[in-house]
Nanobody, 123 residues
């Protein structure tokens, strides 16, 4: 299993970024996928998840600002982030699990993680 994130960078407050996670080595279309993040000096925080049927879930602080989506033809999951705030600064990771019916919000359910991509929101 390989998960490779991209799309991070430096953005001003109020700006937008789209993160991508290219997946390989497993049946992507059948798998739940999530994004999580780790801010400096803090623990890992679940951000958003998407099941194989396209149903999506978000942490409360991301609702209305972030959108998760997937392209099964490209084996890629995306995270569109709008109205970014300095507190969104973190390393963002994508993750998946062998079991397809996990509770996406539970970080302990995940078996595989990408290397992360840095997002910095600053003026």
């Amino acid at each position: 299993v390989q998960l490779v994130e991209s799309g991070g960078g430096l953005v001003q407050p109020g700006g937008s970024l789209r993160l991508s996670c290219a997946a390989s080595g497993f049946t992507f279309s059948s798998s739940a996928m999530s994004w999580a993040r780790q801010a400096p000096g803090k623990g890992l925080e679940w951000v958003s998840g998407i099941y194989s049927d396209g149903s999506t879930y978000y942490a409360d602080s991301m609702k209305g600002r972030f959108t998760i989506s997937r392209d099964n033809a490209k084996n890629t999951v995306y995270l569109q982030m709008n109205s970014l705030k300095p507190e969104d600064t973190a390393v963002y990771y994508c993750a998946t699990a062998d079991v397809h019916t996990i509770v996406v919000q539970d970080l302990q359910e995940y078996d595989y993680w990408g290397q992360g991509t840095q997002v910095t929101v600053s003026s």
